[in-house]
């Protein structure tokens, strides 16, 4: 049963942004992340949570100031329930595909049902970024896009 579900979906990939709870309302577009707002709503449709943070972990990568390509997820859903860890993933990854196609580098994903919230109601934090440009001392050179 389980090779039959890993067969049914598509690719792997995985990443979290700033929290603002879920609520009734379906959520509004911020023109100013519109990266973020786009996550939050398509999560929000696919999953229906009782909760939701988005992250934009962008900043601590080195990625020119506002950029929206790292983000951390927690997503508490009923839909969950009885589903493996790789296939709760999947489904973010299916809601998030344009965005993982395109502008999201990095998605770190806490996929939970409501009672593994209920017991362990945090978001975990990201280890600091060592690797890439940034610890190279030309990066700010190298992003600022001349050469």
Known sequence: MLLRILRTRGPFVS????????TGQPPQ???SRPVESAIRAKLSRALAPAHLEVRNESHLHAVPPGSESHFRVLVVSERFGGLPLLQRHRLVNEALRDELATSVHALAIQAKTPAQWESDPRLA???PCLGGSKNDGTAAHKLSGRD
């Not at 990443?15 to 879920?22: C, E, M, N, W, Y």
């Open 29 to 31: 577009m911020d023109p």
């Open 15 to 22: 990443t979290i942004a700033p929290f603002r709870p879920v």
């Open 125 to 127: 934090r990201s280890p």
